[in-house]
T-cell receptor, first 116, second 114 residues
Framework: GAGVSQSPRYKVAKRGQDVALRCDPI?????LFWYQQALGQGPEFLTY????????KSGLPSDRFFAERPEGSVSTLKIQRTQQEDSAVYLC??????????????FGPGTRLTVL | AQSVTQLDSQVPVFEEAPVELRCNYS??????LFWYVQYPNQGLQLLLK??????LVKGINGFEAEFNKSQTSFHLRKPSVHISDTAEYFC????????????FGAGTTVTVRA
């Protein structure tokens, strides 16, 4: 398909485990974004990549959260030593252009993380 | 910092009836405004956006929204809904100089009944 894909779709982790969430953006899209959506809330910005460069990570809630996009395409969001408050849906989005001009962000279906 | 308030968490509506979803924002500077829709088990999809110019914005699937600067509102409307419009709707804002960073409201769940 031509859309943004994310894997796994569902992840259950025990508290203290590390998890890795994958995002495959639309081919050729320059910008990539991660959002966190808690139950009953709207998405909240975590971080932004332009190609392989992480230009904004101001939304990452703690140093347990780490994101990378080493080759400027696939991105991984890693959460170390997961806590119950990390339970949420993690959304990835990509856009064609360099961020600016409000280029449309295309969202993936999300990964639902549950930390027990 | 900017913020978004969606005034209704749930809106039940009958098929073929009109619907209005209310969105108010708070910002000390001009903003860009968006409405996204999220169908079950799918990603968010852009319905429409306001950047500048005409305050009435038309989007996909028959939706439109009107930007009201004095009331800091961006309400979404559809004159006649279908069962397939059942979804969650999110209003979002961004700042023109930092416009990749979307700030979302909490969402409004629209349930269309026959």
């Amino acid at each position: 398909g031509a859309g943004v894909s994310q894997s796994p779709r569902y992840k259950v982790a025990k508290r203290g485990q590390d998890v890795a969430l994958r995002c495959d953006p639309i081919s050729g899209h320059v910008s990539l974004f991660w959002y966190q959506q808690a139950l009953g809330q709207g998405p909240e910005f975590l971080t932004y990549f332009q190609n392989e460069a992480q230009l904004d990570k101001s939304g990452l809630p703690s140093d347990r959260f780490f994101a990378e996009r080493p080759e400027g395409s696939v991105s991984t969001l890693k959460i170390q030593r997961t806590q119950q408050e990390d339970s949420a849906v993690y959304l990835c989005a990509s856009s064609l252009e360099l961020a600016g001009g409000s280029d449309e962000q295309f969202f993936g279906p999300g990964t639902r993380l549950t930390v027990l | 910092a900017q913020s978004v308030t969606q005034l209704d968490s749930q809106v039940p509506v009958f098929e073929e009836a009109p619907v209005e979803l209310r969105c108010n924002y708070s910002s000390s500077v001009s903003v860009y405004l968006f409405w996204y829709v999220q169908y079950p088990n799918q990603g968010l999809q852009l319905l429409l956006k306001y950047l500048s110019g005409s305050t009435l914005v038309k989007g996909i699937n028959g939706f439109e929204a009107e930007f009201n600067k004095s009331q800091t509102s961006f309400h979404l409307r559809k004159p006649s809904v279908h069962i397939s419009d059942t979804a969650e709707y999110f209003c979002a804002v961004s700042l023109p100089y930092n416009d990749y960073k979307l700030s979302f409201g909490a969402g409004t769940t629209v349930t269309v009944r026959a």
